[in-house]
């Protein structure tokens, strides 16, 4: 049997997603692997709709594991949750056709990124929030993020370690709004390039503060080039919100086209 998992978790304690290994650093898909492998009574190996950095968080993470172990999805869900450290939970569990891949069947992908925009740096919730102490425009920030719209080459957005063949991806919304102190950027897109959400984040940044013209983005997106775009936003404000599917699969609204 295959089934599909939707995973939330903070990415504070953690290496990112991708195992590293048995003597490696702490990881999501370590911890998850082991408590599913003790409730299956066999080893069990998860492929992700997308992978995280560390000190990155998921609202839903979606994964897909096989197994011959019989278990229904509420074991699964319950007894996966009740050996997993409390900075990570399954939410729940669908069985799914072999067909169904949590990377490839998904269509797209939502991130948000939060921030406190204020002098003093936050002292709540700090693990979920970044901080900029430049006062901000959030109306141009999202005037000058309409410019990444569409199928681009987003090499002025990604990190140079990026191992993707190649940086065309299709921005399928991008909205930036201000709540109060706090500031959210919110994207997506079919697939995200390595640092590609924190590094529009950073060069958004700059357009907020004053620093660079609201045509800036668009010129950065056309020039592909890394180096004059703005610093990579840092970590802990950003979580991945969701992947999404077509409705054949049969999961839950929430990663449902």
Do not use: K
Not at 9 to 34: C, I, K, M, N
Not at 215 to 233: F, K, N, S, V
């Amino acid at each position: 049997m295959r089934y599909a998992l939707g995973v939330e978790y903070d990415g504070g304690g953690f290496q990112g997603w991708q195992g590293l290994g048995p003597s490696g650093p702490p990881t999501v898909q370590a911890a998850l692997e082991r408590a599913l492998s003790s409730v299956a009574d066999q080893a069990i190996t998860v492929t992700c709709a997308g992978r995280t950095d560390a000190g990155v968080h998921a609202e839903c993470q979606v994964v897909h594991f096989d197994s011959t172990a019989e278990r229904d999805p509420r074991a699964w869900t319950l007894g996966t949750s009740g050996r997993l450290p409390p900075a990570v939970c399954v939410r729940w569990c669908v069985p799914v056709p072999l067909e169904f891949n949590a990377r490839f069947s998904a269509r797209a992908r939502r991130y948000r990124y939060r921030l406190v925009n204020r002098q003093v740096r936050p002292a709540l919730y700090r693990s979920l929030l970044a901080w900029e102490r430049r006062p901000l425009d959030a109306g141009a920030m999202h005037r000058a993020a309409q410019a990444l719209l569409g199928e681009n080459d987003f090499n002025a957005f990604r990190t140079v370690h990026c191992q993707a063949p190649h940086a065309r991806r299709d921005l399928q919304e991008i909205v930036v709004r201000r709540v109060g102190e706090v500031v959210e950027i919110e994207v997506q897109a079919n697939a995200f390039l390595h640092h590609m959400v924190r590094n529009i984040v950073g060069s958004l940044l700059e357009v907020g503060a004053g620093a660079q013209p609201e045509g800036w983005i668009g010129e950065l997106l056309a020039g592909r080039d890394r180096t004059l775009a703005g610093p990579t936003a840092p970590p802990q404000g950003l979580v991945f919100l969701r992947p999404l599917y077509p409705p054949e699969w049969g999961l839950p609204a929430e990663v449902t086209l």
